[in-house]
């Protein structure tokens, strides 16, 4: 929490790639009432996220917008940062690379990116249980898996952002932290 309190000080609009259930839009919702949260997923998981924000009514959280990272449209056409977890290392490779032109494309100038996660660095595991959950992930989609950190800060850099900071976080995870500069 303190760390996207500092990354989103001057943030106002806030686009979550993938909410998932939607449980962090209304914690961090809470947390800071300053940001305008935009949730988003794909259909399949816009109920779950909505029975969340039923439930905890924060004016500054908003319903989920259809988003595939895969798409050109995201339905967004500018937002100060994007917050994402635990997605990059679902999906496939290719879709990482789309998550990126479509950050690109809606981050504005010094806006921010958080990617929360579990990261590969030089190619090696982290912990026993990232490999263990990362043989977990590709028997279960052999397209998924832990990404490494030296790939996905490469990626970043060839759609204008720059690493700004690498934070351990807890249970093995990452909160990497990208500004655009171009």
Known sequence: MAQLQTFFANSHHVLEIASGTGQHAVYFGQALPHLTWQTSDLPEHHAGIQAWLDEARLPNVLPPLVLDVNQPDWGVTQVDAV????????????????????VARVLAVNGMLCLYGPFN???NYTSDSNAEFDGWLKARDPASGIRDFEAIC??????????REDIAMPSNNRLLVFSKVS
């Open 83 to 102: 917050f994402n977890a635990n997605a990059v290392h679902i999906m496939s490779w290719p879709s990482v690379g789309n998550l990126f032109v479509g």
């Open 121 to 123: 660095y030089g190619g």
């Open 154 to 163: 490469e990626l970043a850099s060839s759609h204008g952002l720059v690493l």
